[in-house]
């Protein structure tokens, strides 16, 4: 079995006009030829998917891999693609968490103690900023006939 690998990395989505939302047609351009040899394509995005990990940067998101996949799939309707997807630094909404200083010492304090992940509310203050890219599925939702 063939894999093709695709990263996209520090993509740092945040307007409508970020460029590699243009760039979805000279990507399936470049990739035309190696879909021919492989299986299945595995899209690694290695974190900073969004600009500052807020919801609308992630609906960005949604939409650019929903469109990304779609072009995909003219190309070669029956390819599966798979996800590898890890959150970076901002991909943390920090703009309404009041306790930045409470989070990083439970993360600290987890590091030292990993029994600690049993309490919910350690959980919350170490994972609490993101939310919304918990939020994003990938493959989308909402297109699971794009995606086999």
């Known amino acids: 079995m063939a894999v093709l690998l695709i990263q996209f990395s520090d993509?740092?989505?945040?307007?409508?006009?970020?460029p590699i939302l243009q760039r979805i047609p000279?990507?399936?351009?470049?990739?035309?030829?190696?879909?021919?040899?492989s299986d299945d394509i595995?899209?690694?995005v290695p974190g900073d998917i969004a600009n500052s990990g807020n919801q609308r940067e992630y609906d960005l998101a949604q939409n650019f891999f929903y469109d990304f996949v779609k072009e995909i799939k003219t190309?070669?309707?029956?390819?599966?693609?798979?996800?590898?997807?890890?959150?970076?630094?901002?991909?943390?909404?920090?703009?309404d968490y009041l306790h930045e200083d409470t989070r990083e010492l439970a993360i600290k304090n987890v590091l030292k103690n990993p029994?600690?992940?049993q309490k919910p509310g350690?959980?919350?203050?170490?994972?609490?900023?993101?939310?919304?890219?918990?939020?994003?599925?990938?493959?989308p939702?909402?297109?699971?006939?794009?995606?086999?």
């Open 26 to 37: 000279s990507i399936k351009n470049a990739l035309r030829d190696k879909l021919d040899y």
């Open 42 to 44: 595995l899209i690694i």
């Open 122 to 139: 350690i959980i919350y203050d170490c994972l609490g900023p993101q939310q919304s890219y918990f939020k994003l599925t990938c493959p």
């Open 75 to 95: 190309l070669k309707q029956n390819i599966k693609i798979h996800y590898f997807i890890v959150p970076g630094n901002h991909d943390c909404d920090l703009k």
């Open 115 to 117: 029994e600690l992940l």
């Open 11 to 18: 993509i740092h989505l945040s307007s409508n006009n970020d």
């Open 141 to 148: 939702k909402t297109i699971p006939d794009i995606i086999s």
